[in-house]
């Protein structure tokens, strides 16, 4: 199975593309779809989606894993990460790539065992499984990574049935 994860925003998209084969992870691809400060949002909401489109044709996933979006203090912020959000939708549905939402504690619990890890303990975490030096950077690549690994670890249970 080959997921794309993505950890969505709209100043920085962290993308991360893990392939899994009998219970191996293999990290094929890393890093984050990123859209100055000072373009018009338009424009920028158009990157996002055309980067997200050169990705998923790139490595052909089977799924894209993407959080799910959780309403906090900021609702301008809230607003545009939806925006943001809907534009890597519809780039997977015209590649005809499912989508599957997790929450922050799923993430966590599929990842480290623990609803309440810290994201260091996340990362090392998600290095440690990919066999990778280091951490990848920015932290939205790992976050991608962490939830492609997620989706992963639930694609066949009932948790990935229910998140689709």
């Known amino acids: ?4 994860g993505i950890d969505p925003g709209y100043a920085i998209v962290g993308t991360g593309v893990v392939e899994q084969v009998n219970n191996k992870f293999r990290m094929l691809y890393y890093g984050a779809i ?3 400060a000072h373009t018009p ?7 996002i ?12 996933p089977d799924a894209v894993a993407m959080e799910k979006l959780f309403f906090n203090t900021n609702q301008k912020t809230a607003i545009d990460v939806a925006q943001a959000r809907g534009a890597l939708i519809l780039a997977s549905q015209k590649n005809n790539v499912p989508v599957f939402e997790y929450t922050p ?8 065992g623990y609803g309440r890890a810290e994201k260091k303990q996340v990362q090392e975490m998600t290095k440690i499984l990919l066999g990778l030096d280091k951490i990848p950077k ?7 990574l962490a939830m492609a690994i997620c989706h992963c670890h639930s694609a ?8 689709r």
């Not at 989606?49 to 052909?60: H, V």
């Not at 249970?157 to 998140?163: F, Q, R, Y």
Request: glycine share 4%.
């Open 49 to 60: 989606y055309d980067d997200a489109d050169a990705l998923i044709k790139a490595y052909s």
């Open 41 to 47: 949002f338009n424009e920028r909401i158009e990157k």
């Open 34 to 36: 990123l859209t100055e």
């Open 156 to 163: 066949g249970s009932v948790l990935g049935k229910l998140n």
């Open 1 to 4: 199975m080959r997921v794309l």
């Open 138 to 144: 920015p932290d939205d690549a790992a976050d991608a």
């Open 105 to 112: 504690l799923q993430v966590k619990m599929s990842v480290v």
